[in-house]
């Protein structure tokens, strides 16, 4: 089965809004888990667990939020793009209509003619 590739680029496309609000809201959520596992780490680490035990949890929890930021921060950038992609297909529209129209520029300024006396 072929993926057409007009439709997933279709700036209105109702698939690539539901997929920016998915993956957005994936990536915050794995923010907010590695913001739990981040405290639960320091939690062990003040009721005196051994070192490897925290500081794999510690570990763990940054490579989720760094991951969750990552994720974060392409949903924005496909959704900025998806935006300035949705305004140049209605301008680009708009300059289509009135393409073959003349521009209006005002009055045309007289030129001064130069006259010399001989």
């Known amino acids: 089965m072929e993926i057409k590739n007009e439709k997933s680029t279709n700036p209105n496309n109702d698939q690539l809004k539901k997929k920016w609000v998915l993956t957005t809201g994936s990536a915050l959520a794995l923010v907010s888990v590695g913001l739990y596992v981040f405290s639960e780490a320091i939690f062990a680490r003040l009721n005196g667990t051994e070192l ?51 521009r209006n520029k005002g009055p045309k300024k007289k030129q001064l003619e130069i006259t010399t006396n001989e």
Not at 53 to 61: C, D, F, P, Q, T
Not at 81 to 90: G, I, K, P, V
């Open 52 to 102: 490897g035990a925290w500081v794999g949890m510690l570990l763990i929890s940054l490579i989720l939020i760094n991951v969750g930021i990552f994720i974060f921060g392409n949903s924005v950038v496909q959704k900025s793009y998806m935006e300035s992609r949705r305004r140049l297909a209605l301008r680009g529209n708009n300059r289509r209509k009135n393409f073959n129209k003349p």
